[in-house]
Nanobody, 115 residues
Framework: QVQVVESGGDLVVPGGSLRLSCTVI????????MGWYRQAPGKQRELVAQ???????MSSNFVRGRFTISRDDVKNTVSLQMDSLKPEDTAVYYC?????????WGQGTQVAVSS
């Protein structure tokens, strides 16, 4: 069974940066197009950024220019570099296949942006 483990979340001030990491366990990451999702309190989970198996990255309008997704197929990890963080970026962040989530959801990692 393929699993994902997310890490790197923290409390940061507005304008700060964080780097999230996701490790895929149980299969080779190179098989998947991957994405980072987030879910804020009281809201539906949404896709933030995705990256193809060939490394082509795309991001949603609300994070474009601030968030960058990358992958390391040797380490079996997917990362999300988040810069210029805003309070509205506060959410639990998850990784999964994209654009459809086909792996069991991990526990996610909490990102809180507040002064």
């Amino acid at each position: 069974q393929v699993q994902v483990v997310e890490s790197g979340g923290d409390l940061v001030v507005p304008g700060g940066s964080l780097r999230l990491s996701c490790t895929v366990i149980g299969n080779s990451l190179s098989l998947y197009e991957m994405g980072w999702y987030r879910q804020a309190p009281g809201k539906q989970r949404e896709l933030v950024a995705q990256i193809t198996a060939h490394g082509h990255a795309m991001s949603s309008n609300f994070v474009r220019g601030r968030f960058t997704i990358s992958r390391d197929d040797v380490k079996n990890t997917v990362s999300l570099q988040m810069d210029s963080l805003k309070p509205e970026d506060t959410a639990v962040y998850y990784c999964n296949t994209a654009p459809m989530a086909l792996i069991y959801w991990g526990q996610g990692t909490q990102v809180a942006v507040s002064s």
